[in-house]
């Protein structure tokens, strides 16, 4: 009789479950807990300004060579070594930057140590506003004047070489500007893809993680493999490694799925 009861009670759910209506309210209740999600844990702001590393070449002579008839100079002045930095600048965001005229950026080694611009910039449109100030001088920052700069496809391209760097693997960069609403420029050596994923992976690794971890100890639980394992002290070391690892394995498993995810459905927002 009570096994009839709760047949009766699954059905009567999944006949309420199956109305249009109600799909239409879970998938909207479900929407709208995703999309909150994905911007509030998103990295990108609506005044969004990316400083993108692409490629950094050290130009090095190695000390374990010995002696050589060679040197570096820049000029006239000798330097011990050098870094070519291809850098992309570009509006990340959602809002316009320089709609109320030009703006200023500031480009900055963190060491002091100076730096030129090798190249002509190239800007994406060709007739995006951009000058730089004091061009052609060995200065431990670069600063710019730039026009408006749309999100999405607007960009400008600069090569760079840093002087004596004290990482010459990795030079350190700041970027500074006053545009409203921004708090810093962001300068990574990361894809915009690449930022957004891993900070979607944080929290969600965190949570799956102990979410695995308690689902594994009750299921322990429930089929005695607890009881049994207490009355041995020496398993109980073996069986709590075990639900760390295959808690953080299943974790980061779905952490990669569902930020990949999450990355797609926020691309799919801020793509106009």
């Known amino acids: 009789m009570e096994q009839t009861d709760q047949a009766s009670k699954r059905q009567k759910l999944i006949a309420y479950i199956s109305r249009p209506d109600v799909i239409i309210f879970l998938i909207s209740v479900v929407g709208g807990i995703i999309l909150y999600v994905v911007n509030y844990f998103s990295p ?11 490629q950094e070449i050290p130009i090095i ?3 374990d060579a010995g002696p050589l008839p060679l040197t570096l100079k820049y000029e006239d002045e000798n330097i011990s070594h050098a870094t070519v930095l291809k850098i992309r600048i570009y509006n990340s965001g959602r809002t316009a930057i320089g709609e109320n005229g030009q703006w200023s950026l500031i ?3 963190g060491d002091s140590s100076r730096m030129i611009l090798l190249d002509k910039p190239i800007t994406n449109p060709s007739n995006l506003g951009f000058t730089i ?3 052609g001088e060995a200065l431990d920052h670069l600063n710019m004047n730039i026009g408006l700069l749309n999100p999405n496809d607007d960009s400008i391209d600069i090569r760079i070489m840093i002087l004596d760097p004290k990482n010459a693997e990795h030079p350190e960069i700041i970027a500074e500007t006053r545009v409203p609403n921004l708090a810093a420029p962001i300068v990574t050596r ?5 930022r957004v994923n891993h900070a979607y992976q944080k929290p969600i690794i965190g949570v799956l993680w102990v979410a695995f971890f308690l689902v594994l100890i009750w299921d322990d639980f429930k089929n005695g493999t607890i009881k049994t394992v207490i009355k041995t002290v020496w398993r109980i070391p073996l069986l709590v490694i075990k639900w760390l690892f295959l808690s953080l394995f299943a974790a980061s498993f779905f952490t990669i799925i569902i930020s990949w995810i999450l990355t797609r459905i926020l691309f799919l927002q801020l793509t106009p």
């Open 44 to 54: 990108i702001g609506k005044v969004d300004l990316t400083i993108w590393i692409q």
């Open 61 to 63: 002579l190695a000390s």
């Open 107 to 109: 480009l900055k080694t």
């Open 133 to 135: 100030i004091k061009e």
């Open 190 to 194: 990361e894809t915009l893809e690449e």
